[in-house]
């Protein structure tokens, strides 16, 4: 299995972004896994700016998700999810069906183990590890789903 496998300072961030951004397509959800101050928001910010997005990206904490008009090859929306807030409860309710299957949309989920068992199958998955304070460790497998 190939495997996106990259070392970066937030310096290099852009072009981890742009092969990040290589490897995903329309109607995909990516899941961000990584530890508070992992870069998850910072790398979704980076691959936004990719696409051409110029306004201001925060992070969704307090609001679940946020959405970005694009026009990027097919993708006309992303939808950045953060659920660390979302308690098991509001986990099981979690109401899917406006996530999946939309297939001009880029669906990017911060803490998505908060939901793992409702994640559709072919969700692809990325992990931040935290190397020092100002690097960072990206792995992303390629040319395969990881999940199931
Ligand atoms: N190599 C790096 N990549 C991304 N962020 C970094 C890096 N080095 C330091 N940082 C800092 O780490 C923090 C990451 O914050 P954030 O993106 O909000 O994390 P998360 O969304 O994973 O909680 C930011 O303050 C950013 O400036
Ligand atoms: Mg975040």
Known sequence: MSMLDIEFTESKISSVAAKLLKELKAGDILALKGQLAAGKTTLTRAILEKMGYTGRVSSPT??????????????TEVIHLDLYRLNTTEAKKFDWSEYLDQKDKLVIIEWPDRVEEL???D??????????QQVRHLRFPTNSTTRH
């Open 62 to 75: 307090f609001v679940l998700e946020r959405r970005y008009r694009v026009d990027y090859k097919k993708i």
């Open 119 to 121: 994640l559709p199958k």
């Open 123 to 132: 969700t692809k998955e990325a992990t931040i590890d935290i190397h020092d």
